[in-house]
C-alpha cells in the first residue's frame, strides 16, 4: 500500500505533512514537482490548486490536513489489525 506525497521545496505546508507522516510512523514517497512539471499539470488538470497533493489508497487530498492524516494512520493500523488477526 503506496502512500505518496507531491510537494515542492520550501513549502511549509508540505514539511508540516512529511513531519506529521513521519511522526506517526507511516511510509511514504515524496514527489519533488519542480523536477516533475508534467506531473505538476497533471495535477493541476485534476484540480489540484495546492500542495501537497497526498494520494493514498483510501483517500486523496491537497493541502496539509492534520485530521486526515490522523484518519490514515487510523485506517492503516485497523488494516494492520486484521492482518495480524488473521494470522
Given at each position: 500500500m503506496g502512500i505518496t506525497v507531491f510537494?515542492?521545496?520550501n513549502c511549509q505546508?508540505?514539511?508540516?505533512?512529511e513531519r506529521r507522516l513521519t511522526e506517526l510512523g507511516i511510509d511514504f514517497t515524496v514527489i519533488d514537482l519542480?523536477?516533475?512539471p508534467q506531473t505538476m499539470m497533471?495535477?493541476?488538470d485534476a484540480g489540484y490548486r495546492q500542495v501537497p497533493v497526498v494520494v493514498a489508497p483510501n483517500a486523496t487530498w491537497s493541502?496539509?490536513?492534520p485530521?486526515?492524516?490522523?484518519d490514515l494512520a487510523l485506517h492503516l493500523l485497523a488494516r494492520r489489525?486484521?492482518?495480524a488477526a488473521k494470522e
Open positions: 510537494a515542492t521545496p505546508q508540505c514539511a508540516a505533512t519542480t523536477r516533475n497533471q495535477l493541476a493541502g496539509h490536513r485530521d486526515l492524516i490522523d489489525l486484521e492482518e
